[in-house]
């Protein structure tokens, strides 16, 4: 509430106007909409909304409403009566409630309610209004205050239909012979037992709702991120705290919501059931199954917003994660906790490289989840058809809010899928979860913001778009062994225009992770794949995410690669080059040639540590370009046949000896000959 609101709920309680009054007004106000578009029209004279005032509202409501015409508070004119409503109640002492019912209550039921009522809070008086209800079936809702008691039969019966589903399903997985015998027990039993259960919550009504926000007033002790229930059964979860009332973005569709309809509290921040059954399968952003192969049985509640680890519980960033993919590994090594950034244009192959990543890690003990934000529907089809074909569905999971979910979906689904990777990270486990894309999960946020009411910044995100990314990420971690000792790796995925790293968003981002991985346009059209720019990308990491084989065969790689790009510009309209400057020219685009990889075609560590090796130490001189892919596969068969020896001391020392480059150096040169 700003300072001219306060103001003008001041003047209603020093005027002191009676509750008739504003009944009155607001009866006007709500039953004639052209009355409040004519005082808010800055076109009509101030003599004339006089007049209107004058002739259709009570003496005592004549002059607030002259002061809200002139701080231009018409639209907001019912909020602040009814606050000024709360407050005569509270002042009198007394409490309003109603009734839903079926069957008329006695009058001696009715003075005993009244007397419960009155004891329950406190107040000298308590105004109670009957509505009958036969959606309710029997019993009665009382609402008092903030609170609901339900004694209706028709939550009992929606309680003994959930206890039975729970029941039936446990029976059919036991897979007894007497199935049937069982469930007929169980039905006697629960329906013997059935009783009307009662019980007290927190209660709120919506005064506002439309593209899927809510604003619900009554629930004074709401926490924030805490899922609350609508009465249609859809959740929501609260977003905004503000003085009188809370915001809520709806989890599904609002039909059969109005202005009025009642909003429970459910106690409990807005979490996902997990368990290891998630393997293999695609879900939404809520976690339930998406793809069609049943229910998932969850075996803990995670939340999905939750504090990152403290230093004290981490370990050093220092154990590879291998990509399969030789210009990262060799230059930018990601590490187990690390957060690596893919940033490019669209169509350079982000995607292409995460899902590359994923493969990579079949047989090495890492489970990967995939989260999708604002994607389409057939992109994401393609991917897990991707991951199944190389056999990367067993050990990963799929968490989707396409393009088509609404604007809140999108923005949980991340913190839904990391929510999932703690679960299996506080089980030792080594979890990989990438983020395609965070731009698209900025923008959701941004949208979600707007209608939340909050003001927009810089490109219209609002102030704490930061915080949103900074959050999600910091959760990234390799714990000590005293917590678990498991590790998240997070490839955050941002799409830039034209380039642009220094844009708002993909700054943001830059400064939370621990390296980029940029990948140019430019580069892509040109045939280089992956389209690495190997100036702008960097790993904070470094070494320590590789293995000693790695970083001796690696050796100068970035070095060399970026002296024969400035060579190569500078010699571009040169007709005679000496012969060191030949030889540097040549060595550069051996690398550039041996650094393309196919799609979907991880290299092995062992693989990636003979070719550096080769390459840099002139193995592959004098052999054209055109034939040196060809070259490398068989000079590989060659190896996996006549040097096993030498694949199972890299792959088991992860140390390259000076005695194991020279049986190397003699395999390849025995090749050649």
């Known amino acids: 509430m700003n300072d001219k609101e306060k103001l003008l709920l001041d003047e209603l309680k020093s005027a002191k106007i009676p509750q008739a009054d504003i009944n009155e007004t607001s009866a006007v106000l709500a039953s004639c909409g052209d009355v409040s578009d004519t005082l808010g029209n800055p076109l009509v004279t101030h003599e004339e909304k006089k007049a209107v005032i004058a002739k259709l509202f009570p003496e005592s409501m004549q002059k607030p409403l002259m002061s809200a015409v002139r701080s231009g508070l018409v639209e907001k004119l019912p909020e602040i009566m009814e606050l000024y409503t709360d407050f005569l109640i509270e002042q009198e002492g007394s409490i309003r409630a109603s009734v839903r019912y079926v069957t008329p209550l006695t009058e001696l039921q009715q003075a005993d309610l009244r007397k419960f009522i009155i004891e329950k809070f406190g107040k000298n008086d308590v105004s109670i209004e009957y509505i009958q209800d036969p959606d309710i079936i029997g019993g009665f809702i009382l609402n008092a205050g903030d609170v609901e008691y339900d004694k209706s039969y028709r939550t009992s019966l929606r309680a003994l239909r959930e206890t039975l589903h729970g029941k039936a399903a446990e029976l059919a997985e036991r897979d007894t012979s007497d199935t049937h015998g069982d469930i007929i027990s169980v039905l006697r039993t629960e329906v013997r037992d059935f009783d009307v259960r009662s019980g007290a919550t927190e209660t709120g009504f919506i005064t506002r709702i439309g593209d899927g926000i809510a604003t619900v007033r009554g629930m004074n002790?709401?926490?924030?991120?805490?899922?609350?229930?609508?009465?249609?059964?859809?959740?929501?979860?609260?977003?905004?705290?503000?003085?009188?009332?809370?915001?809520?973005?709806?989890?599904?569709?609002?039909?059969?919501?109005?202005?009025?309809?009642?909003?429970?509290?459910?106690?409990?921040?807005?979490?996902?059931?997990?368990?290891?059954?998630?393997?293999?399968?695609?879900?939404?952003?809520?976690?339930?199954?998406?793809?069609?192969?049943?229910?998932?049985?969850?075996?803990?509640?995670?939340?999905?917003?939750?504090?990152?680890?403290?230093?004290?519980?981490?370990?050093?960033?220092?154990?590879?994660?291998?990509?399969?993919?030789?210009?990262?590994?060799?230059?930018?090594?990601?590490?187990?906790?690390?957060?690596?950034?893919?940033?490019?244009?669209?169509?350079?192959?982000?995607?292409?490289?995460?899902?590359?990543?994923?493969?990579?890690?079949?047989?090495?003990?890492?489970?990967?989840?995939?989260?999708?934000?604002?994607?389409?529907?057939?992109?994401?089809?393609?991917?897990?058809?991707?991951?199944?074909?190389?056999?990367?569905?067993?050990?990963?999971?799929v968490v989707c809010a396409s393009a088509s979910d609404p604007a809140p979906f999108q923005y949980i689904a991340p913190y839904s899928g990391t929510a999932m990777a703690e679960y299996f990270m506080a089980k030792g486990r080594d979890v990989l979860i990438v983020y395609d894309d965070l731009s698209k999960h900025a923008v959701a946020y941004r949208a979600m913001s707007l209608l939340l009411h909050r003001p927009p910044g810089r490109e219209a995100y609002p102030g704490d778009v930061f915080y949103l990314h900074s959050r999600l990420l910091e959760r990234s971690s390799r714990l000590d062994d005293e917590h678990g000792g498991g590790s998240l790796t997070a490839l955050p995925i941002i799409e830039t225009l034209a380039g642009d790293i220094s844009a708002y968003i993909p700054t943001n981002v830059i400064s939370i992770t621990d390296g980029q991985i940029f990948l140019e346009s430019e580069l892509f059209n040109s045939g280089l794949r992956p389209a690495v720019n190997y100036g702008l990308s960097v790993s904070r990491v470094g070494g320590a995410a590789q293995t000693k084989a790695m970083k001796k065969a690696a050796g100068n790689l970035r070095i060399d690669l970026a002296q024969f790009k400035e060579m190569e510009i500078f010699t571009q309209f040169s007709s005679e080059l000496d012969q060191a400057t030949t030889d540097l020219l040549d060595h550069g685009h051996m690398l550039t040639e041996l650094l393309k990889q196919p799609l979907y075609n991880p290299l092995p560590h062992y693989e990636q540590v003979i070719l550096l090796y080769a390459a840099q130490h002139d193995l592959f001189k004098g052999i054209p370009l055109k034939e040196l892919r060809e070259y490398r596969t068989e000079l590989m068969n060659y190896i996996r046949t006549y040097g096993q020896d030498i694949i199972e001391e890299i792959e088991e020392k992860k140390v390259l000896t000076d005695d194991l480059a020279e049986r190397i150096e003699r395999i390849v040169t025995a090749f050649e000959e």
Do not use: W
């Open 221 to 397: 002790a709401v926490m924030y991120g805490e899922l609350v229930e609508f009465e249609t059964g859809i959740r929501g979860i609260v977003q905004n705290l503000e003085e009188n009332s809370v915001g809520v973005v709806l989890l599904g569709d609002d039909h059969g919501l109005t202005e009025g309809s009642s909003v429970i509290r459910t106690g409990k921040r807005a979490g996902v059931g997990v368990s290891d059954e998630l393997l293999g399968r695609v879900v939404d952003a809520l976690g339930a199954p998406i793809d069609g192969l049943g229910s998932i049985k969850a075996e803990d509640y995670f939340p999905i917003e939750r504090e990152a680890p403290g230093v004290i519980e981490r370990k050093p960033v220092n154990v590879p994660l291998q990509t399969g993919i030789l210009a990262i590994d060799s230059m930018f090594p990601i590490g187990r906790g690390q957060r690596e950034l893919i940033i490019g244009d669209r169509q350079t192959g982000k995607t292409s490289i995460a899902l590359d990543t994923i493969i990579n890690q079949k047989d090495k003990d890492m489970i990967c989840i995939y989260v999708a934000i604002g994607q389409k529907s057939s992109t994401v089809a393609q991917v897990v058809n991707t991951l199944k074909k190389y056999g990367a569905m067993d050990y990963s999971i």
